[in-house]
């Protein structure tokens, strides 16, 4: 008879937070911005902006916070 040996369970990966300062945040959400206006009303365009304003939140609550 064999012996069976049963493997991990795979965990969850958490997903990478990354922390860029407030000056890089905005000039990111600058060069966004562009683009979302010259494609306004796509979904494609909708989608970056909800990243892009996720991205400004995160990054304010670190520099406020970081006091």
């Known amino acids: 008879m064999a012996d069976v040996i049963p493997f991990r369970p795979k965990t969850p990966k958490p997903e ?30 909708r989608r970056q902006a909800e990243e892009c304003r996720i991205m400004l939140e995160e990054a304010f609550d670190a520099a406020v916070n970081e006091n």
């Open 16 to 45: 990478p937070t990354l922390e860029i300062d407030l000056l890089t945040a905005v000039d990111v959400a600058i060069r966004d911005l562009r683009e979302i206006s010259l494609r306004w009303g796509e979904e494609a365009a």
